[in-house]
């Protein structure tokens, strides 16, 4: 089997090679819809190695192959690692040329994998590229002078790993704040205690740790999600008023502010706080956050609705639902759902992190909110299955409580990104069907491609 196929990136070719050797590239453009995980990447193009983990222990490791190596132009990788070498048989080839509108990328895989799936795998690549580079090019006029220094928490979570790795393809060097065992280029944060010198260098802090708020919401587990944002994000913030470096503090929030039921009410940024257990939360992490204003740092809050990956969070649940024969709407579905893909979300938080004229609220959510039952219909055209009958409102009690189901898996949420849209921000998925199918292996190839099957014919 082999595929060949090409597209054009809106970048000269330099740069689009050079975007290609930083870290963070891999982890870019791993499709979250096959089981690969980004372990290690290559340090270098012309013979580095780079590893994935498999599930049931094994690892993929890609050697790349000096021999085909020509700087600027080509690089290839290897499949050595036994015994996926021997099932995958994967060469692939990656050639890199001028073209009028940018960098013409071709691509020529031999293996033994399927074509559906290289097909899906490498149109996953191509709009991950394209638009990755396509964003760079809007926030030109915001880069600043020299890269950047930026302190990151959670950066073991799905959104963290994510901003990680973009802000490290543009340039930007990102000191991950861990708390507990710091590796090197990491830096050890004691959330409660934190070290005085934990952001010595940095330019900006971008705080996204905090316990998961999915889960039963009985008296233990809703202190932790307490305890885990409020005093450390405090703290947090009165050494970014206390450094003379950091200019900008980029603090993670949740639509839970807006309350749990607030039906046809379009929600911005200017909308009253709801009731329930998340909006009094989420209230007090946000008002966390004020020694590092009262400094006169720029500061920004960003209400983050559900996050759309194929990866982690909410989807993959639904996904599975839907394969067991439960993919159907919550009671009636005509409830609202704001939602936003994980591109679009780090797309936001790395312009949060240079355009200096945003600051105090944004609400993190895509364009165009959408009714429980159209998420589900639409989730069932993607995974091609019939649309089933609806979920009781008891399945989510039964999993999250009777008020967790209600503020998480019910909540009933109009809530739309007015800043951003005064902004002209462009979301790369404003749509949910265009999310599910980046998300879930359902893109076409950006360009021309021609799959190749094995001659088979007996002579």
């Known amino acids: 089997m082999s595929l060949t196929t090409s597209h054009v990136v809106p970048a000269d070719r330099e740069r689009v090679w050079d975007w290609h050797t930083r870290p963070g590239a891999m982890a870019r453009l791993t499709p979250p819809f096959l089981p690969l995980t980004p372990l290690t990447q290559a340090d270098k193009l012309s013979d580095g190695t780079s590893v994935f983990a498999l599930p049931a222990g094994l690892k993929w490791t890609s050697r790349h192959d000096l021999s085909n190596f020509r700087r600027g132009h080509r690089f290839t990788d290897v499949c050595t690692s036994a015994p996926v070498k021997m099932l995958a048989n994967w060469r692939h080839v990656h050639d890199f040329a001028d073209h009028p ?78 708390r507990k065992n710091a590796k090197p280029g990491q830096r050890y944060w004691d959330t409660f205690s934190p070290d005085p010198h934990l952001l010595d260098g940095v330019d900006v802090v971008v705080h996204l740790a905090g316990e998961p708020f999915y889960g039963r919401f009985n008296d233990a587990h809703k202190k932790v999600i307490r305890d885990s944002r409020i005093e450390p994000t405090r703290r947090l913030a009165q050494l970014v008023a206390d450094s003379p470096t950091v200019t900008t503090m980029v603090s993670g929030s949740s639509i839970g502010y807006y309350g749990y039921d607030r039906g046809e009410e379009v929600l911005d940024e200017s909308a009253e706080r709801g009731e329930g257990f998340l909006a009094d939360v989420v209230s ?26 194929g990866r982690s969070g909410m989807l993959p649940v639904l996904k599975a639902l839907s394969a067991t024969g439960l993919g159907g709407s919550f009671g009636d579905g005509n409830f ?17 992190v240079i355009d200096n004229d945003l600051r105090g609220v944004v609400n993190g959510v895509s364009p165009h909110p959408v009714l429980n039952r159209d998420l589900t219909a639409a989730l069932a055209k993607q995974l091609r299955r019939p649309v089933k009958i609806p979920v009781p409102s008891l399945g989510p009690t039964i999993l999250l409580g009777k008020e967790g189901a209600q503020q998480l898996a019910l909540a009933d949420q109009r809530v739309v990104p007015a800043t951003l849209v005064d902004a002209a921000h462009t979301f790369r998925y404003p749509d949910i069907t265009t999310a599910l199918a980046h998300e879930l292996g359902g893109e076409e190839l950006a360009g021309p491609g021609v799959v190749e099957e094995p001659d088979t014919t007996q002579e």
């Open 284 to 309: 007090d992490w946000e008002a966390a956050t004020a020694p590092a204003e009262a400094a006169g740092k720029r500061v920004l809050r960003v209400r983050t609705g559900s996050v759309m990956s």
């Open 101 to 178: 509108d940018g960098t013409l990328v071709t691509d020529t895989v031999t293996t033994r994998m399927p074509g559906s799936t290289l097909a899906s795998f490498f149109a996953y690549r191509q709009h991950q590229l394209i638009n990755d580079i396509a964003f760079l090019n809007r926030m030109e006029h915001l880069q600043p002078d020299r890269p950047l220094t930026i302190a990151l928490t959670g950066s073991r979570g799905l959104v963290g790993r994510a901003l990680n790795a973009q802000l490290s393809t543009a340039g930007h060097h990102v000191i991950r704040l861990v």
């Open 336 to 352: 609202w759902f704001s939602w936003i893909s994980l591109d679009d979300l780090t797309d936001l938080l790395f312009r949060a």
